[in-house]
């Protein structure tokens, strides 16, 4: 008997398991549920469970609480991924940077924190700036509060259902606040955080839609130099400077 075409025509019901629910991690915008995995792949939570389990071990699947992603085998194409939009997306942050005189920040969604893929500080003696490769919240920041709208509804849940640091005294950790605020970062197309990150810092975001990672855009910079009365107005010109890096990003291929 010819093994080889058995096997070929025969496929291994476990493989096709495990590769449909790599593939749904793969596509998700961000980390899922048990259940939602389980609904994915068409099997019951309990043999998803053991799937999980068994790709955890190898580092295939990273868990995080209740939620799961790619886990950190898989982690150099994205970090590949990554460096390519920074290199593609540095011109056109320096250009950002002179224009607004302030500091330009590009973050990505990264489990339930931003990762800030590149940052281009501002030539002022006083400015507020994180640096490249820095992870922040989602709730306290301008570029987390507008990925935090990338997320499905029990993603969002699962989210809010945790304790939420207060990093300052005007962070919001009561969760019906928070989910309200979202709500508006996805309505108005702008999120912005009031000295909540840093006690003497604004900042104004806005999403880059169309990439394979969900990313973000910012301008942060002391509170004495962007109002809080400003915020919608820099964030229209934002929008507005910001169609050739959209484009380019959109050439990065993942």
Do not use: W
């Not at 476990?14 to 099997?43: F, K, N, Q, S, Y």
């Not at 962070?171 to 108005?188: F, H, K």
């Not at 394979?212 to 507005?240: D, I, N, Q, Y």
Request: charged share 25%; hydrophobic share 40%.
């Amino acid at each position: 008997m010819d093994t080889t075409t058995t096997t070929s025509a025969y496929p291994i019901r476990a493989v096709d398991r495990v590769c449909d629910l790599l593939d749904t991690l793969r596509a998700a915008a961000g980390p899922l549920t048990l259940t939602e995995v389980a609904e994915a792949i068409g099997l019951p939570k309990s043999s998803t469970l053991r799937y999980l389990a068994s790709l955890e071990a190898r580092r295939y699947v990273l868990r995080s609480g209740d939620t799961y992603q790619l886990g950190s085998a898989f982690q150099p194409v994205h970090d590949e991924y990554l460096e390519r939009v920074r290199e593609a997306a540095l011109p056109h942050l320096l250009r950002l940077r002179d224009h607004f005189g302030e500091t330009v920040n590009l973050g990505a969604l990264a489990g339930d924190e931003v990762v800030h893929v590149e940052v281009v500080e501002s030539t002022q003696s006083v400015r507020l700036a994180a640096s490249r490769g820095d992870r922040a919240p989602l709730h306290s920041t301008a570029i987390g509060k507008v990925l935090a709208g990338t997320l499905d509804p029990s993603r969002l849940d699962s989210l809010l259902k945790r304790p939420l640091q207060r990093v300052t005294g005007n962070t919001v950790v009561d969760p019906t606040a928070l989910r309200a605020e979202l709500a508006r970062v996805v309505e108005q197309g702008y999120g912005f955080d009031d000295c909540e990150n840093q006690p003497d810092g604004r900042c104004v975001a806005i999403p880059l839609p169309g990439l394979a990672v969900p990313m973000a855009l910012s301008v942060s910079a002391p509170s004495s130099r962007l109002s809080s009365g400003r915020m919608a107005s820099r964030a229209a010109e934002m929008v507005e400077q910001c169609r050739a890096l959209r484009t380019a990003l959109r050439a990065v291929r993942a």
